[in-house]
């Protein structure tokens, strides 16, 4: 099992990206999948989720302006970040878990996203 995300960057504050993570040797559509973040000297964070059901949930910094989508035929996750702000500054990770528990056991090795103002 492997995530690799990819599409972070600078940007200036008020600017978008969109982060991709492409799953191998297991089918999203089988798990909950994750967009976590951590800045330096912060706990790492959730930041979107998505069921198998295609429900999304978000935290309450993010919600109106990220949009977190998974492709099955392409078996990826997506996370589409408009107005972005400085605070959203942070190593941003997929992952995965199964469905009956809370534990995410996949991680991919994280992009960068920087925002300057």
């Known amino acids: 099992v492997q995530l690799v995300e990819s599409g972070g960057g600078s940007v200036q504050a008020g600017g978008s990206l969109r982060l991709s993570c492409a799953a191998s040797?297991?089918?999203?559509?089988?798990?909950?999948m994750g967009w976590f973040r951590q800045a330096p000297g912060k706990e790492r964070e959730g930041v979107a989720s998505?069921?198998?059901?295609?429900?999304?949930t978000y935290t309450g910094s993010v919600k109106g302006r990220f949009t977190i989508s998974r492709d099955y035929s392409k078996n990826a996750l997506y996370l589409q970040m408009n107005s972005l702000k400085p605070e959203d500054t942070a190593m941003y990770y997929c992952?995965?878990?199964?469905?009956?528990?809370?534990?995410?056991?996949?991680w991919g090795q994280g992009t960068q996203v920087t925002v300057s103002s």
């Open positions: 992952a995965a878990r199964y469905p009956w528990s809370d534990e995410y056991v996949y």
């Open positions: 040797g297991y089918t999203v559509s089988n798990y909950y």
């Open positions: 998505i069921g198998a059901a295609g429900s999304p």
